[in-house]
């Protein structure tokens, strides 16, 4: 549904097709920041007489995967709207989309595939990198693969990828790449350091492995947890979209309850804003169910109700299980027994720091409104208790009726592809059926009992894995797509950073990235704006929806697209792997045949219709007992495993319950390191316009700035502007304070984004980077990292 009907302009019209001219067309005016240019010198001005030629295309700034019209005059771009067709952009895009021009023309990006000359590595070392052609390239990187796989020992090859891919490139190209190979090692994805907490919730109580979608434009009520919808969740764009409808011109107008650490754009737009403790999201969404039981506001059409119809919640009472008939969920009266009959919000309210009352009005007002969502992210999940606070808020959603209903959650509905050009299966020789790949470990140790028997990814372990030789073995050759790690995961200077310096290192960025200035070889991408890809939407409304990335331009650099880059190497190597490679032949040539599909299966999502129970346990509620379980059968699977590595119950291990999180650091102040709405995936670090625009969302000029409250500068003798050190047990980093009563007294928060020591003339040196004083630890059950945990000291500098 296109909620928001938009119009060009007649100035967008000018500017889209040069007539404006190119200062207007290019340029975004005063946000610019003082001599700051990073446009190359292939980026020229258009003349305002040639033709211009729009491009229908996918944005890649974020995973929202906006449709974009990309304007061409002359062969180069200059300007980037959102697509006035196109489901999620409606003709808008986010202040991150228009870009994109300066990420294909940045003056920094490589040029072409590269070798390094200098042996040594480090932040201080120049890599000397040397242009070589594509074919040395490919045979540099076929002959070192050969070489590993002919001494068995092609579990020494781990591919590293991270977001911005389509199906095309993941399940037809790096996963049977890795297969074929033999390794077990690729791929590792990026999912650790991103949401694989709130994944694992929702599998542990309704079966799906995967995220919600959302049906905002029919809910009344909205409570978030650690979710800033206005700044950084997915999809952004859409989701303002769909903010400014709930807000302004639905009726009833959708109430809003929004729970963080500070007073962000979400919390200062709510209704209802609860500043909480870090990590305590879980012991409010708990105390939430008590009051929605004791008062009798659950969906009893879902749930269920008691046999005579008197409510017999009441605080502290133990209940027959007998005397409840459950529907469409499990475990309900075990999960008060056990747990929530002592959950009051008065409990609550000794662990949140919120106030009893605040908690219970909110319960009311979410428990007595219809349809209502209950959702969350990082903040509530980044913990070591990150996966039970994930069940405990899911749970609200089963219990006001929320799960596949109008105005509440379901879950994204997969394109209906075609085959790819071929089928892995039928290229699996000896050695990749059973060679010795198959007797090794993981290196992240995910899935092994003695490291992550139940996560999906864990790439923050690797650089410390393969540092001590944990999983039995070093590796010999790191390949790296879409992913930064040396950068982007906790206490890196001490693990990946000093892991790569003993690895083969093959970078595909385009962009001289930190991972980049420890490559060993440089196969630099095509840009999203050079680029031919599938792109399958991230959860958004639930039904299925494909798009398709093409390039607005040639590749302005001998640049390739990775997926090419990957068959080409696959190509060359010995056996059936390369046969499969070959029959692949092109992204292009996948991507076509993968569209096949549509012509017998437009991908009709099923749920208009009645179903039966056993297509409900098929389809919808993928648990043991085809219900919503308030105690999961999934963890009840690996219940030896969890409490022998959590020590948590035997009573309450596979229930939402309450448990303190584990803080590390060392300091008496929490430190949470949010992101804004102009992190792109990191990709925006290099652009003077983004750092412009980054800097009315954190206050700060030429870097971020830390918020903190009054009470703790009084204390600790500095003022609002003075530069701070902040501390751990794991380092320290300066930033200038933001004093501001609209933190919590217990809490500094300083925005994750600045701090890189490479990826371009303007990233370099800015600010401080935060996850170089973050302890490295992870929840256990999900395999999350836990960046929301640390504890820091603070004094002025």
Same mark, same amino acid.
């Given at each position: 549904?296109?909620? =928001?009907?938009? +119009?060009?302009?007649?100035? %967008? /019209?000018?500017?889209?097709? #040069?007539?404006?001219?190119? *200062?207007?067309? !290019? &340029?975004?005016?005063?946000?610019?920041?003082?001599?700051?240019?990073?446009?190359?010198?292939?980026?020229?001005?258009?003349?305002?007489?040639?033709?211009?030629?729009?491009?229908?295309?996918?944005?890649?700034?974020?995973?929202?995967?906006?449709?974009?019209?990309?304007?061409?005059?002359?062969?180069?771009?200059?300007?980037?709207?959102?697509?006035?067709?196109?489901?999620?952009?409606?003709?808008?895009?986010?202040?991150?989309?228009?870009?994109?021009?300066?990420?294909?023309?940045?003056?920094?990006?490589?040029?072409?595939?590269?070798?390094?000359?200098?042996?040594?590595?480090?932040?201080?070392?120049?890599?000397?990198?040397?242009?070589?052609?594509?074919?040395?390239?490919?045979?540099?990187?076929?002959?070192?693969?050969?070489? =590993?796989?002919? +001494?068995?020992?092609?579990? %020494? /090859?781990?591919?590293?990828? #991270?977001?911005?891919?389509? *199906?095309?490139? !993941? &399940?037809?190209?790096?996963?049977?790449?890795?297969?074929?190979?033999?390794?077990?090692?690729?791929?590792?994805?990026?999912?650790?350091?991103?949401?694989?907490?709130?994944?694992?919730?929702?599998?542990?109580?309704?079966?799906?492995?995967?995220?919600?979608?959302?049906?905002?434009?029919?809910?009344?009520?909205?409570?978030?947890?650690?979710?800033?919808?206005?700044?950084?969740?997915?999809?952004?764009?859409?989701?303002?979209?769909?903010?400014?409808?709930?807000?302004?011109?639905?009726?009833?107008?959708?109430?809003?309850?929004?729970?963080?650490?500070?007073?962000?754009?979400?919390?200062?737009?709510?209704?209802?804003?609860?500043?909480?403790?870090?990590?305590?999201?879980?012991?409010?969404?708990?105390?939430?169910?008590?009051?929605?039981?004791?008062?009798?506001?659950?969906?009893?059409?879902?749930?269920?109700?008691?046999?005579?119809?008197?409510?017999?919640?009441?605080?502290?009472?133990?209940?027959?299980?007998?005397?409840?008939?459950?529907?469409?969920?499990?475990?309900?009266?075990?999960?008060?027994?056990?747990?929530?009959?002592?959950?009051?919000?008065?409990?609550?309210?000794?662990?949140?720091?919120?106030?009893?009352?605040?908690?219970?009005?909110?319960?009311?007002?979410?428990?007595?409104?219809?349809?209502?969502?209950?959702?969350?992210?990082?903040?509530?999940?980044?913990?070591?208790?990150?996966?039970?606070?994930?069940?405990?808020?899911?749970?609200?959603?089963?219990?006001?009726?929320?799960?596949?209903?109008?105005?509440?959650?379901?879950?994204?509905?997969?394109?209906?592809?075609?085959?790819?050009?071929?089928?892995?299966?039928?290229?699996?020789?000896?050695?990749?059926?059973?060679?010795?790949?198959?007797?090794?470990?993981?290196?992240?140790?995910?899935?092994?009992?003695?490291?992550?028997?139940?996560?999906?990814?864990?790439?923050?372990?690797?650089?410390?894995?393969?540092?001590?030789?944990?999983?039995?073995?070093?590796?010999?050759?790191?390949?790296?797509?879409?992913?930064?790690?040396?950068?982007?995961?906790?206490?890196?200077?001490?693990?990946?950073?000093?892991?790569?310096?003993?690895?083969?290192?093959?970078?595909?960025?385009?962009?001289?990235?930190?991972?980049?200035?420890?490559?060993?070889?440089?196969?630099?991408?095509?840009?999203?704006?050079?680029?031919?890809?599938?792109?399958?939407?991230?959860?958004?409304?639930?039904?299925?929806?494909?798009?398709?990335?093409?390039?607005?331009?040639?590749?302005?650099?001998?640049?390739?697209?990775?997926?090419?880059?990957?068959?080409?190497?696959?190509?060359?190597?010995?056996?059936?792997?390369?046969?499969?490679?070959?029959?692949?032949?092109?992204?292009?040539?996948?991507?076509?045949?993968?569209?096949?599909?549509?012509?017998?299966?437009?991908?009709?999502?099923?749920?208009?219709?009645?179903?039966?129970?056993?297509?409900?346990?098929?389809?919808?509620?993928?648990?043991?007992?085809?219900?919503?379980?308030?105690?999961?059968?999934?963890?009840?699977?690996?219940?030896?495993?969890?409490?022998?590595?959590?020590?948590?119950?035997?009573?309450?291990?596979?229930?939402?319950?309450?448990?303190?999180?584990?803080?590390?650091?060392?300091?008496?102040?929490?430190?949470?390191?949010?992101?804004?709405?102009?992190?792109?995936?990191?990709?925006?670090?290099?652009?003077?316009?983004?750092?412009?625009?980054?800097?009315?969302?954190?206050?700060?000029?030429?870097?971020?700035?830390?918020?903190?409250?009054?009470?703790?500068?009084?204390?600790?003798?500095?003022?609002?502007?003075?530069?701070?050190?902040?501390?751990?047990?794991?380092?320290?980093?300066?930033?200038?304070?933001?004093?501001?009563?609209?933190?919590?007294?217990?809490?500094?928060?300083?925005?994750?984004?600045?701090?890189?020591?490479?990826?371009?003339?303007?990233?370099?040196?800015?600010?401080?980077?935060?996850?170089?004083?973050?302890?490295?630890?992870?929840?256990?059950?999900?395999?999350?990292?836990?960046?929301?945990?640390?504890?820091?000291?603070?004094?002025?500098?």
């Amino acid at each position: 549904m296109n909620i =928001l009907k938009s +119009k060009v302009s007649r100035r %967008r /019209f000018l500017q889209a097709t #040069g007539t404006a001219g190119a *200062a207007g067309a !290019v &340029g975004l005016g005063g946000t610019q920041l003082d001599g700051f240019s990073t446009l190359s010198k292939a980026h020229a001005a258009v003349e305002s007489s040639a033709a211009t030629v729009v491009t229908k295309s996918i944005c890649a700034q974020c995973p929202a995967r906006c449709g974009i019209d990309v304007y061409t005059t002359n062969g180069k771009v200059h300007a980037i709207y959102g697509s006035n067709d196109h489901p999620i952009a409606n003709g808008k895009l986010c202040p991150k989309g228009h870009l994109g021009t300066y990420m294909l023309y940045d003056a920094d990006r490589f040029k072409g595939p590269m070798k390094r000359a200098n042996p040594q590595k480090g932040r201080d070392q120049d890599p000397k990198f040397v242009p070589i052609s594509w074919d040395e390239a490919y045979k540099i990187v076929a002959d070192r693969l050969n070489a =590993l796989r002919d +001494k068995g020992e092609s579990h %020494r /090859f781990g591919l590293f990828f #991270g977001r911005g891919w389509g *199906a095309s490139d !993941v &399940g037809v190209n790096i996963v049977p790449f890795g297969q074929l190979y033999g390794s077990p090692n690729a791929p590792i994805g990026h999912s650790s350091i991103c949401s694989d907490g709130s994944v694992l919730a929702k599998q542990c109580t309704d079966g799906n492995a995967s995220y919600n979608s959302y049906d905002y434009a029919h809910a009344n009520a909205l409570f978030m947890f650690g979710a800033n919808f206005l700044e950084a969740f997915r999809p952004y764009n859409n989701n303002m979209q769909q903010w400014g409808y709930m807000r302004g011109v639905k009726t009833p107008k959708t109430h809003v309850i929004a729970v963080d650490v500070h007073m962000n754009q979400t919390l200062s737009a709510s209704d209802c804003a609860l500043i909480i403790k870090p990590g305590t999201d879980g012991a409010l969404a708990l105390a939430v169910a008590h009051v929605i039981l004791t008062e009798g506001l659950w969906e009893k059409s879902f749930v269920g109700d008691f046999k005579d119809g008197v409510n017999k919640f009441k605080t502290g009472a133990v209940l027959d299980e007998k005397e409840f008939n459950e529907k469409w969920v499990k475990g309900l009266i075990q999960w008060w027994n056990t747990e929530l009959k002592d959950r009051s919000p008065k409990w609550a309210e000794s662990v949140t720091t919120l106030s009893a009352e605040s908690i219970t009005a909110a319960a009311r007002e979410f428990g007595s409104t219809r349809p209502a969502i209950a959702l969350f992210e990082r903040g509530a999940h980044n913990h070591t208790n990150g996966v039970l606070n994930g069940m405990a808020i899911h749970s609200l959603n089963a219990l006001v009726g929320s799960l596949f209903a109008e105005g509440g959650l379901a879950y994204q509905m997969g394109p209906a592809y075609g085959p790819a050009p071929a089928d892995p299966k039928d290229f699996m020789d000896d050695y990749a059926k059973d060679g010795p790949h198959k007797k090794v470990k993981r290196i992240d140790l995910k899935g092994d009992e003695a490291g992550y028997l139940m996560a999906k990814n864990m790439i923050q372990e690797v650089g410390k894995n393969h540092l001590s030789g944990a999983a039995g073995y070093k590796l010999d050759t790191a390949m790296f797509y879409m992913t930064n790690p040396v950068f982007s995961t906790a206490n890196a200077a001490k693990e990946w950073e000093e892991a790569v310096k003993s690895m083969f290192v093959i970078d595909t960025s385009p962009f001289p990235s930190e991972i980049a200035m420890m490559a060993d070889l440089i196969l630099p991408d095509n840009t999203y704006l050079e680029r031919f890809q599938d792109a399958p939407t991230y959860p958004f409304q639930g039904w299925p929806l494909a798009q398709l990335r093409v390039p607005a331009v040639k590749p302005v650099y001998d640049t390739k697209t990775f997926a090419d880059v990957l068959i080409q190497i696959g190509s060359r190597i010995k056996g059936p792997t390369s046969d499969y490679f070959k029959k692949l032949g092109s992204a292009e040539n996948i991507v076509r045949h993968m569209a096949k599909g549509f012509e017998a299966n437009s991908g009709d999502n099923g749920w208009n219709k009645p179903m039966k129970a056993d297509e409900v346990k098929a389809k919808l509620l993928k648990t043991d007992s085809g219900k919503f379980e308030f105690v999961s059968s999934y963890m009840e699977h690996k219940k030896d495993w969890i409490l022998k590595t959590t020590g948590r119950s035997a009573e309450k291990y596979n229930m939402p319950h309450w448990e303190e999180p584990k803080y590390t650091g060392g300091g008496d102040l929490h430190f949470i390191t949010p992101k804004t709405a102009m992190h792109a995936e990191g990709r925006t670090a290099n652009i003077p316009h983004a750092i412009a625009l980054f800097q009315p969302a954190a206050g700060g000029k030429r870097q971020a700035v830390a918020e903190v409250h009054p009470s703790v500068a009084k204390a600790k003798g500095f003022k609002d502007g003075d530069r701070i050190k902040i501390k751990s047990s794991a380092g320290e980093i300066f930033a200038i304070a933001r004093v501001t009563e609209l933190t919590s007294p217990d809490t500094v928060v300083l925005p994750f984004e600045h701090g890189h020591w490479a990826w371009g003339r303007w990233a370099k040196g800015r600010g401080a980077h935060v996850d170089e004083i973050l302890v490295q630890q992870s929840d256990r059950i999900s395999g999350m990292q836990t960046f929301y945990t640390g504890k820091v000291t603070v004094e002025r500098a």
